[in-house]
């Protein structure tokens, strides 16, 4: 079965320090991979998407930036955080295209940021 | 992609069938309606899609109208643990004018109660 690992679980970090969010599926190959954002009381923001290694679509300027070194390794980074990159971000997968017309995603815990 | 329509909030007693409706008058026809729901401080978890027939699995079931501008999520015996935010969604098919990857949109939901 499949399972996916986010850590760390939570952070708090300074304004100004970096970022270094990881992401990680086991029991599949060649997933797409997804990073979002859900600021406090708000709904899921899409961040990057990837359809491969070293394959990175970003949705939205920000501060971030996301990176896939391996098949089912995706991370999300930032050289100095803003306040407002405070959130819950959550990596999730998902079959490649074609495999399965239903293509659901499937979420990882997701790590709880706090930028002071 | 069309947009959905939710109430805000919903309650249910315990053991009560809860219906869940979404709006999405400008769907188009080949497009899904998907169900997430998010249990607080968690990642979404998939519940059900369907594209124009009725769907039933084993969390819940989806009924959605001849013409496809609205469907329904039925839980059928809600539980405490049900208790959640619920989110329609309405996502093109995969590789939909090539470009498709599965994003999904996610709005704010409804916030599911369930009381004993």
């Known amino acids: 079965s499949q399972t996916i690992h986010q850590w760390p679980a939570t952070l708090v970090q300074p304004v100004g320090s970096p970022l270094s969010l990881e992401c990680t599926v086991e029991?599949?190959?060649?997933?797409?991979l997804y990073w979002y954002r859900q600021a406090a009381g708000r709904g899921l923001q899409l961040l990057f998407y990837s359809v491969g290694i070293g394959q990175i679509s970003s949705e939205v300027p920000q501060n971030l930036s996301a990176s896939r070194p391996q098949d089912r390794q995706f991370i999300l980074s930032s050289k100095k955080l803003l306040l407002s990159d405070s959130g819950f971000y959550l990596c999730a997968w998902s079959v490649p295209w074609g495999r399965d017309k239903g293509n659901e995603q499937f979420f990882g815990p997701g790590t709880r940021l706090t930028v002071l | 992609d069309a947009k959905t329509t939710q109430p805000p909030s919903m309650d249910c007693a315990e053991g009560r069938a809860a219906n869940l409706p979404c709006n999405h008058s400008?769907?188009?026809?080949?497009?899904?309606v998907y169900w997430y729901r998010q249990i607080h401080s968690q990642g979404p978890q998939y519940i059900i899609h369907?594209?124009?027939n009725n769907e039933t699995n084993e969390m819940a079931s989806l009924i959605i109208t001849e013409d496809r501008k609205s469907s329904t999520l039925i839980l059928p015996h809600a539980t405490l643990r049900d208790t959640a935010v619920y989110y329609c969604i309405v996502r093109p098919p995969l590789g939909a004018g090539g470009t498709s990857y599965g994003k999904l949109t996610f709005g704010q939901g409804t916030i599911l109660t369930v009381h004993p």
């Open positions: 400008t769907i188009s026809g080949n497009e899904y």
């Open positions: 029991g599949t190959s060649n997933p797409n």
């Open positions: 369907g594209l124009k």
